[in-house]
């Protein structure tokens, strides 16, 4: 016998739209919300909530969400970056009274997330990637975002100290800045180490694509790469094919340790329990919630993975030395002299863009050292 489908939420605002009900539910909203008892907090995730990956991290800042007094938390996984994600906020928001709503994934923003939050100006947006600018965007959508490559950086560091060939292995999804700032920082990492260590990078073309995963993961491992990584919704299939292959993994979103137990070295997630679990506490004592949050290791917003057993003393000492820099805030990845691998100079001798500087969220380069091309 069939198992009995699970009416998603869009599909029910869908049908109570049918019905002619959608209007006395709309009418209804300036109401609502001040009648519900508990502050409603709505997150939409594009892939599953158990992905050990992007999905799985929010997941988890979700559940911290819910641990708080005063509220209800709402959750929707599998929805994909179209109209869908409109129809599953707008249903949050008409059936349950939903005021504080996080999109989670990229491709939500625009037009999404703006368009909805447009026709609910009372109600708040916050999109995880960074993408708000002040005079553009609506005043109650904000976006959220961290400096997970300091944590990508102290991986390179332990990725180098491991490996034997001095070949690393990087499986990404796009070539935009985000994940460029990964991939540079994981190779700088490494070569503060090693100047010998190079990466090599292989770009899938998007965000969840298992086989093309599984293909760049064992093609890099071929090419005689025994540490790989990646920046993919779920790092699982990258992570899983080196601990089959017998080689070293540094993970990503979340913590892959359960799935390579001998080969899983650390990794660079995120904390996103506290950047909502700040958000909600601002929300529920009436404090205005900003438009713009950043943070690194320092803030809180990301973390490295516990180490894994494979890792020596050298490389714990090394990777610690730097890490107790980037919680003081002194340590810079990006500094001159720098060149990206096709001899230029981006960044001159004596300059230097910190972490919160706007050049970086334009990133268009990889560094020297790393094999593979963004064209």
């Known amino acids: ?20 009900a959608l209007g006395v539910l709309g009418s209804a909203l300036p109401w609502r919300p001040a009648l519900a008892k508990d502050l409603v907090v709505g997150f939409v995730y594009v892939g599953p909530r158990d992905d050990f990956g992007y999905n799985q991290a929010h997941a988890e800042g979700a559940a911290a969400v819910r641990a708080l007094p005063g509220v209800k938390v709402l959750e929707e996984e599998k929805v994909p970056e179209t109209v869908d994600v409109e129809k599953s906020m707008e249903s949050m928001i008409a059936l349950d009274g939903a005021r504080l709503l996080f999109p989670t994934s990229f491709g939500y923003f625009d037009p999404h997330v703006l368009k909805v939050a447009k026709k609910h100006s009372s109600l708040t947006f916050l999109h995880c990637g960074g993408l708000w600018t002040e005079g553009k965007h609506p005043a109650n959508v904000g976006s959220y975002f961290g ?11 332990v ?3 491991t490996s034997k060939t001095k070949k690393l292995g990087f499986v990404a999804a796009k070539p935009i800045p985000q994940v460029l700032r990964n991939i540079n920082s994981f190779t700088l990492g490494a070569r503060s180490v090693d100047p010998a260590v190079t990466t090599a990078v292989i770009f899938t073309g998007d965000w969840s694509m298992p086989v093309k995963e599984a293909e760049a993961a064992n093609s890099l491992i071929d090419q005689g790469v025994d540490v ?32 390579a137990p001998k080969g899983y070295l650390t990794g660079a997630e995120w904390n996103w329990a506290k950047v909502y679990t ?17 943070g690194g290791l320092k803030e809180g917003v990301v973390k490295t993975s516990a180490y894994g057993p494979a890792v020596s003393d050298a490389a714990r000492a090394n990777a610690d030395a730097v890490k107790a820099q980037f919680m003081d805030g002194s340590f810079v990845i990006y500094k001159g002299p720098l060149k990206d691998n096709k001899g230029n100079t981006v960044i001159a001798a004596g300059e230097a863009q ?22």
């Not at 700040?278 to 950043?294: E, F, I, Q, S």
């Not at 972490?355 to 091309?373: F, K, R």
């Open 1 to 20: 016998m069939a198992a009995p489908h699970r009416l998603s939420r869009r599909t029910l605002l869908h049908t109570v739209s049918a019905a002619g």
């Open 159 to 161: 990725a180098a100290h």
């Open 147 to 157: 400096y997970i490559d300091e944590a990508q950086y102290l991986s390179g560091i």
């Open 354 to 375: 910190g972490q919160t500087d706007i050049a970086l969220e334009s990133m268009n380069y990889l560094v020297e050292g790393v094999t593979g091309s963004i064209g």
């Open 278 to 294: 700040d958000y909600v506490t601002l929300v529920l004592a009436g404090k205005t919630v900003p438009n713009l949050v950043r």
């Open 228 to 259: 790989v990584t990646c920046h993919v919704d779920s790092p699982k299939v990258v992570v899983e094919t080196a601990e089959r292959r017998g080689i070293f993994c540094t993970g990503y979103h979340a913590s892959q340790a359960a799935l």
